[in-house]
DNA sequence: CAGATCTCAGCTATACTGAAATGC
DNA sequence: CGCATTTCAGTATAGCTGAGATCT
């Protein structure tokens, strides 16, 4: 599970590479990536369900393609996630009677508390990651991020 | 080739997900991903290739293996990017005297060529990617990514 | 009829695993 | 022999496309 390589090993990165933030971001990216991956993987989660949970959690009832809007997933990519959580028993669907063609998508109890556990694996990763960083360190790179992150969002909306 | 979403679009983000630097940095790397992958497409290359250019460039011949070692990729998806790069007559594979279950892997004059194009289309990237930061902004988020990285780098180092 | 919704089948890129053939 | 190198075949995940059936 600890997969290993993921960054050099035997000699010198070429500077290309780690001099470029946009690698810099990747590289970053890939180690939090696999940290959530197995960090999920030991609580029998993936990402994927972590998303879905914390917007049916947090905006209540939704039907798959709004979930999908909201959370930045591909229509097909919910219907497999929903079978899997359905599965598990930590989402409930039913047919939305005011729209026949929807399907309306609720958290259930056992759903809830599953997300709690995942919230302390989440917490437990940022320590983990951020670990370098002081807490003005901390709240600059995510101040940064963002401002990037907006920056791209406003772009894409503007197409 | 705008593929589009990658972010929401019909509601919020759960706060749970825009709040955490984990996730933070992955949808940050996801955008900076999508815009090398479009620039180098259009160059008719992909990330892989730029890695591989850029360290027979850097360190000058190598064995595959340790070339792979060099920038984290994984030695059997370096036999396929060789493959497709000797296909283009960007580097040359001559088996090496000295051991022989070694290949020795130069960069030819094309293959020098090709990266200047793909540096460009790096260095545009950047801008883009970065535009809404300051040149002080830019130097902190280098700095706070690289220690990110010196940190997870010893952290495998040390397992 | 246009358009939304759900579903399924399949594709790509990245990254990894396992195993074989060859050579040190 | 153990170990490194190259190669191939296969797996898994994230994200995407295209198309069909159903419904508004």
């Not at 180690?31 to 993936?46: K, N, T």
């Amino acid at each position: 599970m600890k997969t290993h390589a993921e960054r050099p090993v035997g000699g010198a990165t070429p500077a290309r590479l780690n001099s470029k933030p946009s690698w810099l971001i990747r590289d970053v990216a890939a180690h939090a990536s696999q940290l959530v991956a197995s960090g999920f993987a030991a609580a029998g989660a993936r990402s994927y369900h972590y998303r879905v949970l914390a917007a049916l959690e947090e905006f209540g009832p939704k039907s798959q393609a709004a979930l999908g809007r909201s959370i930045g997933m591909d229509p097909s990519d919910v219907v497999a996630m929903l079978n899997e959580l359905a599965e598990k028993g930590l989402i409930e669907r039913t047919s939305d009677p005011s729209d026949r063609r929807r399907n309306s998508i609720t958290i259930t109890p056992a759903g809830t508390q599953h997300l709690q556990v995942l919230d302390a694996v989440v917490a437990g990763i940022q320590d983990e990651l951020l670990a370098p960083l002081s807490a003005d360190e901390r709240g600059d790179l995510s101040r940064l991020l963002s401002k990037l992150l907006d920056h791209s969002a406003r772009g894409e909306a503007a197409s």
